[in-house]
C-alpha cells in the first residue's frame, strides 16, 4: 500500500484486485501488475480477518483481537473450522507466491507467466488470477453468512 493510503474494507481492496486484474493486466501483461493484484488479494482477507474478530470480540465470543495477521487468520480458521479450509488454503497459497522471489515469462504477451523460484516453482497465469480472485470473493461471502 502507498503512504497515506488507507482502506478500510476487504470489498474496496477487491475492486482494486478486480481492477487490477480485469483492466490493467489486459493491457500490460506485465508480472508487476500480477504481483500487485495478489498483494491486494492478501490484504482483503487480511481485512477481512480483521473485521470478523472485531465482530466476534464485540458479540464476546472472544477477549481481544491478536495484534499480527498471522495470529488473527489462525484464530479466524479456528473460529470457521474446516468449512473454510479451502480459503485458508488459498490465503497461504498467496502469500507464497508473495514471499517469494520470481520469474517473468512471456511479458508483455498473451501468457504472461509469474514462476515462483520455489521448490516446487509455482506457475501464474491470468486464468490462474482469476481463480484466485473468485475464490477470494467467494470467501468474502462466505465470512459474511458466518457472521450472522
Not at 500480477?34 to 470480540?57: G, P, V
Not at 487468520?73 to 479450509?85: E, S, Y
Not at 506457475?123 to 484466485?132: E, F, G, N, R, T
Amino acid at each position: 500500500m502507498l503512504i497515506g493510503e488507507r482502506i478500510e474494507s476487504p470489498e474496496e481492496e477487491l475492486k482494486r484486485a478486480d481492477h487490477l486484474v480485469f483492466v490493467s493486466l489486459k493491457y500490460t501483461r506485465t508480472c508487476d501488475v500480477m504481483k500487485n493484484a495478489i498483494k491486494r488479494m492478501i490484504a482483503a482477507f487480511e481485512l477481512a480477518f480483521h473485521e470478523h474478530l472485531e465482530l466476534q470480540r464485540e458479540k464476546k465470543k472472544i477477549e481481544e483481537v491478536p495484534a499480527s495477521a498471522k495470529e488473527r487468520a489462525i484464530l479466524t480458521k479456528d473460529l470457521l473450522g474446516p468449512t473454510a479450509r479451502k480459503y485458508f488454503g488459498l490465503y497461504n497459497h498467496l502469500k507464497k507466491i508473495d514471499k517469494a522471489d520470481f520469474q517473468a515469462f512471456e511479458e508483455f504477451r498473451k501468457n504472461v507467466t509469474l514462476k515462483t523460484k520455489t521448490s516446487p516453482p509455482i506457475s501464474v497465469k491470468m486464468p490462474d488470477l482469476v481463480h484466485y480472485l473468485e475464490l477470494t470473493k467467494e470467501f468474502l461471502t462466505y465470512l459474511k453468512q458466518h457472521q450472522k
